[in-house]
């Protein structure tokens, strides 16, 4: 599904991403560990085009994204990837299933069918009685799953998540974690992972560590999965 090529990215003389290169295959569920600093989340926005790298090429489904237009880009984003980050960045002033539904708006898509399938979305991910709560009325891990629901609601072929635990209590974390591979039994969901929790990272299929900007090792984990 996703194939990274010899990624290099520098900020001016600093040199954050150093020739790496990876895969994801479909279903899969791989984490990202290593210290501050080490060129993770850099690493995630280039995988995921937020950013765009010195050098290297990223394929998505076959797409050579950084070969698209601005754009086209935007739209590719929209439609095949979903982003979680650490702060769940709801808008406070629209309820959760409003929040799930914005990036349906965002493609113009009718008001009463996106909220349908916002409803949905948040079913699956335990929130059913939740709907109409604004973000301020709901947990730290009731925001998260909004924020998830709402990464999922365009069902796009991977999801992006950078540190999606790392403000949540032990309980809340291993709950979400949990939810990921709930997501990829139901859903055949594809994730690319980042966190500093490497036991939660033993949940995943595969965990990468990254030091000084490249990749140092690869762990594979034995995850009993089933076959979708």
Known sequence: MLTAKSLFKNYGSLSVVKDVSLHVNEGEIISIVGASGAGKSTLLHLLGALDKPDRGSVLINNTDIFKLSSKKQ?????????????????????????????????????????????????????????????????????????????????KPSLIMADEPTGNLDSANAQAIHQLFLDLREQMGQTFVMITHNEELAGMTDRTLTMKDGRIVSEQIHAIEKTTI
């Open 74 to 154: 935007a739209q590719f984003r929209n439609k095949n990837l979903g982003f979680v980050f650490q702060f769940h960045h709801l808008l406070p002033e629209f309820t959760a299933v409003e929040n799930v539904s914005m990036p349906l708006w965002i493609n113009k898509e009718g008001k009463k069918e996106a909220m349908m399938k916002a409803e949905k979305m948040l079913e699956v991910v335990g929130l059913s009685g939740r709907l109409n709560n604004k973000p301020s009325e709901l947990s730290g891990g009731e925001q998260q799953r909004v924020a998830i629901a709402r990464a999922l609601i365009n």
